[in-house]
């Protein structure tokens, strides 16, 4: 099981974390990713790690610089930082677990078995 937290009302410019909580098993040796889904818009992929203190993750194009994950191995969490909040960053944050081990950062929505039930973002001044 996945839960997020650390959503809410952020004014534009500022930071934020949110973070991811699995249950049940260890994901420290699975893929894991953030998306976020905004009204009208598909889920969009943000950040991939094919596991915990794997350099090679893999970030969307349009987001790298402002967001960084990170995960804690012995607290079976991983954190999505961002920073100089946009208004149009406003959107349910959702991350996603693999049951399949692997080497790659995965970008696809569709091949992630688990996921949060999200949490709201937004942003207003």
């Known amino acids: 099981q996945l839960v997020e937290s650390g959503g809410g009302w952020v004014q534009p410019g500022a930071s934020l974390r949110l973070s991811c909580t699995a249950s049940?098993?260890?994901?420290?040796?699975?893929?894991m990713a953030w998306f976020r889904q905004s009204p009208g818009k598909d889920r969009e992929f943000i950040a991939a790690?094919?596991?915990?203190?794997?350099?090679?993750?893999d970030y969307a194009d349009s987001l790298k610089g402002r967001f960084t994950i990170s995960r804690d191995s012995a607290k079976n969490t991983m954190d999505l930082e961002i920073v100089k909040v946009y208004p149009e960053d406003a959107a349910v944050y959702y991350c996603?677990?693999?049951?399949?081990?692997?080497?790659?950062?995965?970008?696809?929505?569709?091949?992630?078995?688990?996921w949060g039930p999200g949490t709201q973002v937004t942003v207003s001044s």
């Open positions: 996603a677990a693999r049951t399949q081990k692997g080497s790659f950062a995965i970008r696809s929505a569709a091949r992630y078995d688990y």
């Open positions: 049940g098993r260890s994901t420290n040796a699975y893929p």
């Open positions: 790690q094919p596991y915990t203190d794997d350099p090679m993750t």
